[in-house]
């Protein structure tokens, strides 16, 4: 067992270390300070929100329905029942991830809190376990999930990998091992077998499978620790050489960046991830912001124009894989449907994204008045995506064209999301997964939530959270 949180030492440079000693010695020994800590706490608060109001859709209940009750296992949050832990993993991942609504981290391209969380309340004994154990956890799972995307760059994602699993998969490994204490040998060898695990396609966006993704990665960190703590033995170069980073990154990264240092600073930190203000894929943001603007500005809405362009960097459209969506899965990765919608409804939510909205006959007409064309410079890296401008280009049906360009990533530090903002997400959430919850005790539960740090244990907030959905469920 490695030392306790306490007596950890501070995230060390370690230029010549291989990937795998790196990222174990980094599990087992970085340091979180306070101030990291703090900053993790809207994050989960976030994900949690948009984790309950992923379990009440019927996808959801389809894999529960596939999984057998574990008595004296991990409580749900939507029913009475109990699962093994990599089962409730599967089943909080999917929740997290199925309404699209989760944080983003451009540095990799990925959504770095929807795995890492999930496998923590699966795995985590929350009579045992206290509020800072848990932001501790989170925030080392979250570290080496975009780092070890970052060291691969965008060429990952490029090759069709759905990052967020593939990613996730280590992250939530590193996350799980971090909350048990393990040391650096047994850590490195669930990292190895997590290696092996890790998986998931970008042909699946825009299906139920894109949600099971995110489950996979968090049940498949569960059980890679699992399996190293009885003794499992993985390669201690599982990641450099000819392993993951290679296989993943198409064989351009075959060893750590020397420069790429963990925990110096954390990603959560500095620059933050994105918070999302939609329910929708985060490359669909700048361009909803830019409509929505230009509907502000100008009056301009779907009747009134006669075409529609949309410019954004290269490598902007590669999950945008549904323009011309037949259903609210399709719709989450279509740039078409988000400007027809934006125009037309002047608003982007949640019920922008039903089958019944998608279908409108005067949208699907409107769908290939859309242009959408892609910068000609490559993009290396994630970041190069996140951080290039989008312009949306309006032509009225009379009068000259106009354009807007957004350049800051919404729900970034540069845009953030406002404590208001995010207390009104965690009651739209929670009431569309108990909709008979008093407005007063949702509020309650984000105000707990927000003392997580000084919890003794995690169980007392988590299980009124369970009691408010039990009882406010339709």
């Known amino acids: 067992m490695s030392a306790s949180i306490a007596e950890r030492e501070p995230a060390l440079a370690v230029p010549d270390l291989p990937a795998m000693a790196r990222l174990a010695r980094f599990v087992v020994r970085g340091e979180v300070a306070g101030p990291v800590l703090a900053k993790a706490v809207p994050i989960v608060l976030d994900t949690l929100a948009v984790t309950l109001a992923g379990g009440a859709e019927p996808g959801h209940a389809r894999l529960a329905a596939s999984l057998e009750p574990h008595p004296g296992g991990v409580p749900s949050f939507w029913s009475g029942a109990r699962y093994r832990a990599d089962d409730a993993a599967l089943l909080i991942g999917m929740a997290s991830h199925i309404l699209d609504y989760d944080d983003v981290s451009m540095q990799a391209v990925c959504h770095p809190s929807a795995p890492i969380l999930s496998a923590l309340l699966a795995a985590a004994d929350r009579e ?38 593939t990613l996730g998969t280590l992250g939530a490994t590193a996350a799980v091992a971090r909350l048990r204490r393990l040391d650096e040998a047994t850590t490195a060898h669930a990292l190895a077998i997590a290696a092996s695990y890790a998986s998931g396609l970008r042909v699946n966006f825009g299906s139920l499978v894109k949600s099971l993704h995110v489950g996979m990665a968090a049940a498949n960190g569960v059980r890679a620790v699992r399996l190293a703590e009885a003794g499992l033995e993985g390669a201690a170069e599982a990641l450099d050489g000819e392993g993951y980073l290679n296989a993943f990154s198409g064989g351009e990264t075959r060893h750590w960046p020397a420069s790429l240092e963990l925990g110096r600073p954390f990603a959560l930190a500095e620059p933050g991830f994105e918070q999302k ?14 409509a929505l603007g230009l509907r502000r500005e100008t009056g301009l809405d779907l009747d009134s124009v006669a075409a529609m362009r949309v410019d954004v960097p290269q490598g902007g459209t590669k999950p945008l894989i549904h323009p011309y969506p037949k259903s609210g899965l399709n719709a989450l990765f279509s740039a078409p449907y988000a400007i027809a919608a934006s125009l037309a409804d002047g608003r982007i939510d949640l019920a922008s994204f039903t089958d019944e909205a998608v279908m409108r006959p005067a949208l699907q007409a409107r769908l290939r008045d859309v ?17 290039a401008p989008v312009t949306v280009t309006l032509t009225p049906v009379s009068g000259a064209s106009v354009s807007r360009t957004v350049v800051l990533l919404p729900g970034s530090d540069k845009d953030p ?23 007063a005790g949702i509020d309650a539960l984000f105000d707990e939530g927000r003392g997580l740090p000084a919890a003794a244990r995690i169980g007392d907030w988590l299980g009124a959270v369970i009691r408010t959905v039990e009882e406010g469920r339709a």
């Open 277 to 290: 203000r939609y329910p929708c894929c985060y490359l669909l943001h700048k361009m909803i912001e830019a």
């Open 128 to 165: 045992a376990t206290s509020g800072r154990d848990l932001l501790d956890a989170f925030v080392v799972g979250t570290e080496v999930l975009i780092r070890t995307g970052q060291a691969m760059g965008f060429r990952h994602y490029a090759l069709g990998f759905h990052a967020t699993a």
């Open 417 to 439: 999301i406002t404590p208001d903002q995010l207390r009104a997400k965690w009651a739209d959430c929670l009431k569309r997964a108990a909709p008979r919850a008093d407005q």
């Open 371 to 387: 242009t959408v064309v892609e910068a000609d410079a490559a993009s290396r890296h994630g970041s190069d995506v996140g951080l």
